[in-house]
């Protein structure tokens, strides 16, 4: 039982390039999300899926699409990266309401 | 929007109490959570609080919800360089459809031994 996996774990963009960050659980867990933590800000939800096939905007949506195409994975993207983007990503899941959310172990994206 | 603050550092010696505070604008708040985070890893969930208890003691954590000041805090009774994290408030709003946390900036705690 991995919990939640991020792949990559590092990456560093040119701007304007486009990249995925993948977000894999195995608990079975209906409820997922991304959020990136940045310095003084803490963490703030980017996009979040209640299930499969269904994905709904977060805090600081914009400049981000996700997928959520298999119940166990959780797709980022990135289409054209701005030095604005370069932060840590973390990606959650949970099984429903207010459950404890599981975190992965963070993609720490650079863009220059 | 909802807000969750949280002061950013704290110091202590080891061994002794740490007591990290938060206050959160949501009074319908249901759940409260404490999160850990240690270097260079994702959050853990530490513990919880349910809004219509007071008090919660979980082995050497203590955690104190007062609702009438919105102002929750987590106690860790003889604290260890193990500690030594960042430590994260955070609460699901109301009207939070899929259970959204909404997360203080943290504080981070540093043992000094």
């Known amino acids: 039982n ?12 040119k ?5 995925t960050l993948l977000c894999a659980q195995d608990m079975n867990h209906e409820y997922m999300y991304w959020y990136r933590q940045d310095p003084g800000m803490g963490l703030r939800l980017i996009h979040y899926s209640v299930g499969e096939g269904t994905t ?11 997928s959520r195409l298999k119940k166990q994975n959780f797709l980022l993207g990135l289409e054209s990266a701005a030095p ?15 459950d404890e959310q599981y975190f992965g172990p963070g993609t720490r994206l650079t863009v220059t | 929007g909802e807000d969750v603050e949280q002061s950013l550092f704290l110091s202590v010696r080891e061994g002794d109490s740490s007591v990290i505070n938060c206050t ?20 853990q ?13 979980d082995q050497r954590l203590t955690v104190l919800l007062n609702k009438k000041d919105k102002h929750l805090s987590l106690r860790i009774a003889d604290t260890q360089t193990g500690d030594s ?10 009207g939070a459809g899929s259970y959204q946390l909404t997360f203080g900036k943290g504080t981070k705690l540093s043992v000094i031994p």
Do not use: H
């Open chain 1, 2 to 13: 991995a919990g939640v996996t991020q792949t990559p774990k590092f990456r560093v963009l």
């Open chain 1, 15 to 19: 701007t304007g390039q486009s990249m």
């Open chain 1, 56 to 66: 709904a905007k977060g805090e600081v949506p914009d400049g981000y699409n996700v």
């Open chain 1, 84 to 98: 604005s983007q370069t932060s840590v990503y973390f990606c959650a899941s949970g099984l429903a309401g207010v």
């Open chain 2, 24 to 43: 959160y604008t949501d009074s319908s708040s249901t759940y409260l959570y404490w999160y850990k985070q240690e270097p260079g890893a994702g959050l």
């Open chain 2, 45 to 57: 969930l530490l513990t919880y609080i349910f809004s219509n208890m007071d008090m919660k003691q």
């Open chain 2, 85 to 94: 994290a960042i430590y994260f408030c955070a609460e699901i709003p109301s």
